[in-house]
């Protein structure tokens, strides 16, 4: 029997993306490094010349209109991570990824607002003075997740 509480996965969105291009590189990092679906919140866009190897037809993508939509939806058992640059944010080169979870990006000129940040279970930053280019952090997110660290 398969079992998702065992098993590990991983999904990845945005919220609210600035640009459609992000969006794509996102999406051909997500299914080069491993993601089970990819997500986005607020904004939708079409395919997008940027994702080569055409992620959105090769693994799951969702769209959710709001936040609370999306909250409402999260896998059972998966945390929610958010990615943002804030003092209760967890070192990424310290921090445990866990076994099921769904990473959360907002864009960069707004990131994620408090509201959202409250409702995560972990927050997640990396050093950098200032923010990055929103497909550069999550690619990065999910390169230090295919590392052999542990998990929780």
Same mark, same amino acid.
């Given at each position: 029997?398969?079992?998702?509480?065992?098993?590990?996965y991983?999904?990845?969105?945005?919220?609210?993306g600035k640009?459609?291009?992000?969006?794509g590189v996102?999406?051909?990092?997500?299914?080069?490094l491993?993601?089970t679906?990819?997500?986005?919140?607020?904004?939708?866009?079409?395919?997008?010349?940027c994702?080569?190897?055409?992620?959105? %037809?090769?693994?799951?993508?969702f769209?959710?209109? #709001?936040?609370?939509?999306f909250?409402? =939806? &999260?896998? /059972?058992?998966?945390?929610?991570?958010?990615?943002?640059?804030?003092?209760?944010?967890?070192?990424?080169?310290?921090?445990?990824?866990?076994?099921r979870?769904v990473?959360?990006?907002?864009?960069?000129?707004?990131?994620?607002?408090?509201?959202?940040?409250?409702?995560?279970?972990n927050?997640?930053k990396?050093?950098?003075? %200032?923010?990055?280019?929103?497909a550069v952090?999550? #690619?990065i997110?999910?390169y230090?997740? =295919? &590392?052999? /660290?542990?998990?929780?």
């Amino acid at each position: 029997m398969n079992d998702n509480f065992i098993n590990e996965y991983f999904g990845i969105g945005i919220q609210n993306g600035k640009t459609p291009e992000n969006l794509g590189v996102l999406w051909r990092s997500a299914q080069n490094l491993g993601a089970t679906f990819i997500f986005t919140i607020g904004n939708r866009y079409a395919k997008q010349a940027c994702d080569t190897h055409d992620a959105v %037809k090769a693994i799951p993508y969702f769209h959710y209109d #709001t936040f609370e939509a999306f909250f409402e =939806n &999260l896998p /059972k058992g998966a945390r929610l991570v958010g990615v943002e640059l804030d003092e209760k944010a967890s070192d990424l080169e310290t921090f445990e990824h866990p076994r099921r979870c769904v990473y959360l990006l907002g864009a960069e000129d707004h990131g994620l607002s408090k509201k959202v940040m409250d409702k995560c279970h972990n927050l997640v930053k990396f050093k950098s003075e %200032k923010s990055l280019n929103v497909a550069v952090a999550g #690619t990065i997110i999910m390169y230090d997740r =295919n &590392l052999s /660290k542990p998990r929780s």
